[in-house]
């Protein structure tokens, strides 16, 4: 399969985080492209679409529908808009939200079918974003080894059960046009691991711990973490994400990928304890100079904290044509300098 030759995209939650990081990226590699934006502005701001643009000297050329993907009429929008690929992102993302059925219902609810047969009936690749949170607590945990694509599935929170859902409704698809004798269609789930880099200063406590500890830095205090720091994740620069999530639509270095799950990380561990010391060396510091603050872990978060995340990458190059370009340490350095510096100005 090859990406059709249309100009138009459409982006969910295209205003947050990742999505306004991609609508940036997407009009940097594709000028003639006109960019749809469909966010309900529950987190994400056109703030940060304006940012996102203007990192890469650019302006936002193309359009907002400010409705949730649940207010849409999916084959309205297709015939409308005609695009070469949907990228689905919005969701709620806070992991601490309690209210099940809202998550449930907003991220993998009667909606996300739709959307997945109406990009198929129009022959639309549709890249939607899972999350890491599939996995919970793997049996690759214990023994420090990458996550497989094949361990996911006992999530320990309700997002990523939601993303669960997600991913076994596009399952049930693939087996329903299996069994029809059909292809299977354009759909490639992305499971987002952690990710960091600019824009995501609207997150508050969900932002990336890089950009918790740079704050904290900056402010005069001591980097804080978890007794004892060791906690280790696949810590990924958006600039990764950004680039697999484009690579699933066939814009990267491989035009014909394969539809399926993909991991969405670095493909390396990276401790708190070392994100901190990235953090001091992109601010000039020393460990003496900021010394790291051990805390007790909260019983509320303890019940559902993910001590150690790792992507195994390989699905991802052989599928995807995709491999990560990031250094994670070294890009939280240069991320906690773009910080400071932006603070400065």
Known sequence: MTT??????????GCGFIGANLVAELQKRRPEAHVVVLDSMRT????????????????FRGEVIGQSIRD??????????????????????DTTVDDEAEMIEENAGETWPEIMAACI??????????????????????????FPETSAGKPNNVYGFSKWLMEQAHARVDREREAA??????????????VFGPGESHKG?????????????????????????EQARDQVSVYDIVGITLAGAGLGDRPDPDPGVYNAGSGRVTSFEEVASAVRAGLGMTESDRPTEFIPMPAHIRAFYQDFTCADMSKAEA?????????????????ARWIADSKAK
């Open 319 to 335: 599928g995807l044509g995709f491999k990560p370009g990031h250094d994670p340490a070294e890009s939280v350095s240069s991320y």
């Open 205 to 229: 406590s969900m932002a990336s711990m890089a950009l918790q500890l740079t704050n904290q830095i900056l402010a005069g205090d001591r980097p804080r973490l978890f007794e004892h720091g």
């Open 181 to 194: 004798g059909l292809p299977k269609p354009w759909l490639v789930g992305l499971r987002y691991f952690n």
């Open 44 to 59: 994400g701001s056109f703030e940060s679409l304006v940012a996102a643009c203007d990192r890469n000297n650019d302006v």
């Open 4 to 13: 059709p030759d249309r100009a138009n995209y459409i982006v969910t939650g």
């Open 121 to 146: 009936e129009r022959d639309v690749p549709l890249v939607y974003a899972s999350s890491a949170a599939t996995y919970g607590t793997p049996p690759e945990t214990n023994t420090k080894q990458p």
């Open 72 to 93: 849409v009429f999916w084959p309205d929008l297709l015939d409308r808009y005609e695009p070469a690929a949907v990228f689905h992102l919005g969701a709620i993302t």
